[in-house]
């Protein structure tokens, strides 16, 4: 004779775990379960949604053309570029042609260029990264809020530069052909399991082709449970006036909206172990 | 400078210098071919490896492939080379060499005593002539035995580094995957967070936290915030209890300058946590990650191929007497390991190099969402080193690491080796999970408590 327990246990062989309450805690996959020690079949195909979105979001085309209508209207100028990779699969396994444009758009840019002997003080260029989800998901809405902010400054607006299978050192090569003071770059973050749709931004005073990351400033994480598009554009003007007021940008102009540092009562008041 | 040659095939394939033929010879790797140093074609590769097989162990003693006055891990190398330790197989030539170590001469004991004797570059040479198989059955016969609250590394046990990163540090946030970890029988080779923040405030927060728990709830284990070893000399000086000194190295001493650090730094952060005396079995307390594509990212290789770079990176590692050395062998992306085979093959042998060397080596079994690779590749990662005898692997909720964004090895993929493999937690920490209800392991059957154990349950019940 089974008892009626044991006939239920039966019917759901995966163990939950008495500590869910945890969950509140953490985004973490915590207090999954288990099937005898393995992971439980809910669990893992879970996983395996999270890792196809991410993958589908690496491989993911960015739609360049009616991202460029949606810029022009806003009533911005905008050049569409390819970076010297041909494709995804040379962008993966070939970081150094991801960092230049190609021919074409080179001329194309430097043709722009000498009709625009002036330069600009600021060029935004918009590129898919790892991540076109994130781009058409963020870029726009980013933008308008960096655009509202900047028609303070009275900055000249470089036209918006989009780059197929751009990396972030692009926006140098970008910058330096439009005569450009400052430079900015919007681009898809490498897509993390719980954020397929991660916005990265990188900034660079006095951009030149061959700087490394040492010089530039990175604003990342952008994304509805992340950073919000106000904050980034808040913190990415401070960056901009500090980086125009000291002539630097990188590690020595540190970003003091930094997040705030853990205090021993917030430690002992919030950690539950040590109640 | 000597050339080399070798004639097969009717063709007569030439190589400059033994750095060009350990390139060559070097089973395909993207990072490699971004380098453009890879062989041209596969019949390139093993005419290359055909001619590394004749080349004696003793060239490599005379033929630095970084110079000696250049580098200051060449010096470590060239310098501290035990000559008499070497003897046993002075007389060998790389293909000799794989056919030794296969053969039953070399136990436990001959591999151990001959680890000073080995140079990063001879054991990365064998291991550009070895199989999957020859990696996994060579490297099991060494044991690398390490102490600080508990003993690492011996026959038959495997430890996990409980890894309860959250994106902001939220001290709760980390308690919970901590106890996760805990119940899932998880943190005996450390309990180890990498901060999001860089400030040395928050990361004595981290560690007094980490500490606080470990005492609170007893366990013999060490704790480790990941930070940069000038860190963790600041947190010393600031009096926060540091166990584990951790360092990210390198095999070049251009790569190293990369990171921030030279020899001369890692010694002052090694005797800093020797003054702290926080070992109670033994004073192994360097943590160092590795991983193979770091010194060519740093444009830092010389033209040495990644695999051997890695290689010398250990030599770094083994002068510290680490408690805890790990490559984080497919974190770096695919412009350096493309895919699942190639991730693979690059664990193992570094995971070989490593004990041959004398160095305690674990694995961060591990890929990110660009790279050609997912959980099957991961599987065969942690069995092939499973049954290789590696010292640790990581423990992450459900694989996810949320801060960091890519995927290691789960709480739930550790149990799975104890249970196919036979394979226990440290004993100190067995028997603590023993006494705590939380798991008792019976040779391959587990036995995981269904409630909370009794020691933790005021806490959650206090938890809305």
């Not at chain 2, 008499?84 to 060499?97: K, Q, R, Y």
């Not at chain 2, 309860?164 to 805990?182: E, R």
Request: some cysteine; glycine content about 8%; proline content about 5%.
């Amino acid at each position: 004779m089974t008892s009626p327990e044991e006939a239920a246990m039966a019917d759901k062989p995966a163990i939950d775990n008495p500590w869910q309450t945890l969950r509140q805690l953490t985004p973490a996959r915590i207090a999954l379960g288990r099937a005898g020690s393995s992971l439980t079949t809910r669990a893992q195909l879970d996983f395996q949604f999270a890792h196809a979105q991410a993958r589908d979001a690496v491989h993911l085309a960015l739609a360049i053309e009616p991202l460029a209508k949606r810029i022009q209207a806003l009533g911005l100028e905008c050049l569409s570029l390819h970076s010297a990779a041909a494709d995804r699969q040379s962008y993966l396994q070939r970081p150094d042609l991801g960092r230049r444009l190609d021919e074409a758009s080179a001329e194309r840019l430097q043709a722009y260029a000498a009709n625009h002997p002036n330069g600009f003080d600021l060029a935004i260029v918009i590129a898919d990264g790892l991540s076109a989800l994130a781009v058409e998901r963020h870029a726009l809405p980013l933008l308008e809020h960096i655009r509202e902010q900047i028609q303070r400054e009275n900055w000249t607006l470089a036209p918006i530069t989009l780059v197929e299978q751009g990396r972030v050192a692009i926006a140098d090569e970008i910058a330096e052909t439009l005569k450009a003071r400052m430079v900015v770059i919007l681009l898809g973050e490498r897509p993390g399991l719980s954020s397929p749709d991660s916005l990265g931004l990188y900034f660079t005073y006095a951009p030149k082709t061959g700087l490394n990351d040492a010089s530039r400033n990175c604003i990342s994480n952008i994304r509805q449970e992340g950073l919000g598009y106000p904050l980034a554009a808040h913190r990415l003007l401070y960056l901009l006036r500090e980086a125009c007021r000291r002539k630097l940008s990188g590690i020595q102009l540190k970003d003091e909206a930094d997040m705030p540092v853990l205090d021993q009562a917030t430690v002992q008041q919030r950690n539950f172990l040590l109640e | 400078m000597t050339h080399y040659s070798h004639s097969i095939g009717g063709q007569t394939w030439r190589f400059d210098n033994l750095k060009e033929v350990l390139a060559k010879a070097s089973p395909a790797r993207s990072g490699d071919g971004l380098a453009g140093i890879a062989a041209a074609s596969d019949v390139e590769r093993v005419a290359a490896q055909m001619t590394l097989a004749e080349i004696p162990l003793k060239q490599f003693l005379v033929e630095a492939i970084i110079p000696y006055e250049s580098d200051e891990v060449t010096r470590l190398i060239v310098d501290s080379h035990d000559a008499a330790a070497f003897a046993p197989v002075s007389h060998l030539n790389v293909g000799d060499f794989r056919d030794w170590l296969l053969g039953e001469q070399a136990d436990e004991a001959a591999l151990t005593a001959l680890a000073p004797g080995l140079t990063p570059e001879m054991v990365a040479a064998v291991s550009k002539l070895m199989r999957v198989q020859d990696l996994v059955l060579v490297a099991q016969k060494v044991r690398v035995v390490t102490r600080f609250r508990n003993t690492l590394g011996l026959r038959e046990r495997m430890a996990t580094r409980l890894q309860p990163n959250h994106p902001t540090d939220d001290p709760a946030g980390i308690a919970a995957s901590i106890l996760d970890g805990l119940l899932y029988g998880n943190g005996d080779a450390v309990i180890g967070v990498n901060p999001a923040t860089d400030s040395t405030s928050g990361i004595c927060e981290l560690l007094k936290m980490l500490d606080a728990i470990i005492q609170r709830y007893q366990i013999p284990t060490q704790a480790c915030v990941l930070t940069h070893v000038t860190t963790s000399i600041a947190a010393i000086e600031r009096g926060a209890p540091v166990d584990l000194v951790f360092q990210s190295i390198a095999g070049t001493q251009a790569a190293n300058a990369s990171f921030g650090i030279d020899l001369q730094l890692l010694q002052e952060g090694y005797e800093a946590g020797l003054s702290q005396q926080r070992g109670e079995l033994g004073d192994n307390l360097m943590y160092f990650e590795t991983g193979q594509g770091s010194a060519l990212s740093a444009n830092a290789h010389h033209g040495v191929d990644q695999q051997t770079c890695e290689a010398r990176a250990y030599a770094v590692a083994r002068r510290f007497k680490p408690l805890l050395v790990n490559t984080v062998v497919g974190f770096i992306g695919p412009e350096y390991l493309y895919n699942g085979k190639q991730i693979i093959r690059a664990g193992l042998e570094d995971h070989f190099c490593a004990k041959l060397l004398g160095v305690p080596m674990g694995c961060d079994i591990c890929y990110t969402n660009h790279a050609e690779a997912d959980q099957d590749d991961m599987d065969m990662l942690l069995t092939l080193l499973g049954a290789a005898g590696v010292n640790f692997i990581m423990g992450i909720p459900g694989s996810d690491d949320i801060m960091l964004n890519y995927q290691t090895t789960s709480f739930h993929d550790a149990l799975y080796l104890r249970q196919l493999l036979g394979l226990r937690s440290a004993p100190e920490f067995e028997q603590w999970l023993a006494r705590m209800d939380i798991l008792k392991q019976d040779g391959q059957r587990l036995h995981l408590g269904r409630q909370i154990p009794a020691a933790f349950r005021p806490v959650l019940e206090r938890l809305p």
